[in-house]
């Protein structure tokens, strides 16, 4: 098995690293530059736990081909609070309980801002549709639905970060 | 397993690397082949790519479309030209797969996936092959698994005129599920009559098929509740539904009618 290497930028910050071929995103996020965040749920492309941004656009990382990363910009959750301050969908997701055991919430969490960042002001409909693809097992939804409308409000699709 | 991944700035290259190797896939968007993977499949160890800005173009030809087999759901919903088919790439998935999974991929998903394909059926989807081959795409869908190895290069699909397109895909999970089953229909009207019907259905076999019992029983009937009681009656005529975890083949027999019924009416 050959290595590749891939270079990319996370959160900001430019990462090189050699993957295997074959390897998924979700990999070599998790085991090769350290950032935990996006989740191994289904490797199937049925839960959402593991979505990123890439370009602003979400994908499921455990179905990308990693090296077809070459050159984009990703983003994951590890990257949303900025020295020690959440970010707003986080701030809102905390006061609407719209995490238990939190296995979903940073596929959400990505979900909704990718909504967000295009739709500074979605309508319910609109946020039950950005996060279709994702599943919860614990809230029944509501809570989320309600965390991601209450962060539009603050302003959190007007945020750069 | 080892993989081995080769990528090509053209189809035609994709597409001979291909043939000459029974242990490679071609990947697009990577929602069925990076599965694979992730379920440790044995039966490939050579993925191949291909960079050919070509099969990401929409193009329209006369009164006819040609889509490339790279163009993602996303690219659908984006297109002007393919507003008819916003309700089937809305259908396909959450946003994520959407940016994801394309046209191409979707002629090769196994049950109970494939809602785009049972559209195709019905818009008279010609499947072009990277070396110029064209084969209609039911009976493409027939020799999918022993075709000589190739690659879906796009499709060329009719434009139909208002109202005459119609799509449905039910599903037992609220907004997005797997599709129990998915209907597409083709129903133009010559005098308040129907003439030239196509009727297609995914996850109701191996592959998504056109419906010739109820085609039939369309033909020269009114679209209301008298006139479709026919096509009604043989909605599921010459079908034998698969058994699941959606749903039983008894219980896709005896929804069938109604959601046929759905789609005609409602659209």
Redesign the interface.
């Known amino acids: ?2 290595k ?1 290497p891939v270079q990319f930028t996370l959160n900001g910050e430019t990462k090189a690293v050699f993957v295997d ?2 390897q ?1 995103l979700l990999d070599v996020l998790r085991r090769g530059v350290g950032d935990l965040s996006p989740k191994y749920g289904c ?3 049925t839960c ?1 736990a593991c ?1 990123v941004l890439i370009d602003g ?4 990382s ?4 990693a ?2 990363v070459e050159g984009r910009a990703l983003s994951s959750t590890g990257g949303l609070a900025q020295g020690g301050e959440l970010h707003p969908l986080q701030d809102a997701f905390m006061r609407h309980f719209a995490a238990q055991c939190g296995f979903c919430s940073c596929g959400m969490l990505m ?1 909704a801002k ?2 967000l960042d295009r739709t500074p002001n979605p309508s319910r409909d609109e946020v ?7 599943i919860c097992r614990c809230t029944g939804y509501e809570p989320i639905i309600e965390a991601i409308l209450d962060a539009a409000q603050n302003g959190a699709g007007r945020r750069s970060a | 397993m080892s993989i081995s991944v080769k990528t090509f700035a053209s189809s035609a290259e994709a597409a001979s690397a291909l043939s000459g190797d029974r242990a490679a896939r071609f990947m697009g968007g990577g929602t069925l082949i990076m599965r694979a993977v992730n379920e440790g499949d044995q039966s490939f160890n050579t993925i191949v790519l291909a960079s050919d800005p070509a099969l990401k173009q929409v193009q329209p030809q006369g009164d006819r479309l040609i889509i490339g087999a790279g163009v993602t759901m996303t690219q659908i919903l984006a297109s002007r030209d393919l507003d008819f088919l916003h309700p089937v790439a809305r259908a396909v998935g959450g946003p994520a797969i959407r940016n994801m999974a394309t046209v191409g991929g979707n002629l090769f998903a196994a049950h109970p996936y494939g809602d785009m394909t049972a559209a195709l059926l019905v818009l008279d989807c010609q499947v072009t092959l990277a070396g110029g081959q064209s084969t209609a795409l039911a009976d493409f869908l027939r020799d999918r698994e022993r075709e000589p190895r190739s690659l879906v290069a796009s499709v060329s699909i009719a434009r139909p005129q208002r109202g005459v397109f119609k799509f449905r895909k039910v599903s037992r999970v609220k907004p997005k599920g797997v599709s129990l089953m998915t209907i597409a229909a083709w129903v133009p009207q010559s005098g308040g009559r129907v003439s030239g019907a196509r009727i297609a259905y995914s996850s109701m076999g191996p592959t998504p098929m056109r419906v010739p019992a109820v085609e039939q029983a369309l033909e020269g009937a009114a679209l209301d509740e008298t006139g479709i009681s026919s096509a009604l009656a043989a909605a599921t005529n010459g079908i034998e539904p698969p058994t699941d975890s959606i749903a039983s083949s008894w219980y896709r027999r005896e929804v069938a009618p109604v959601h046929l019924k759905r789609t005609l009416l409602e659209g």
């Open positions: 098995m050959s590749k071929d074959g998924n490797g199937q492309g959402g979505t656009e979400p994908h499921l455990c179905l990308t081909l090296e077809t979900a990718a909504l039950v549709e950005a996060i279709s693809g994702n």
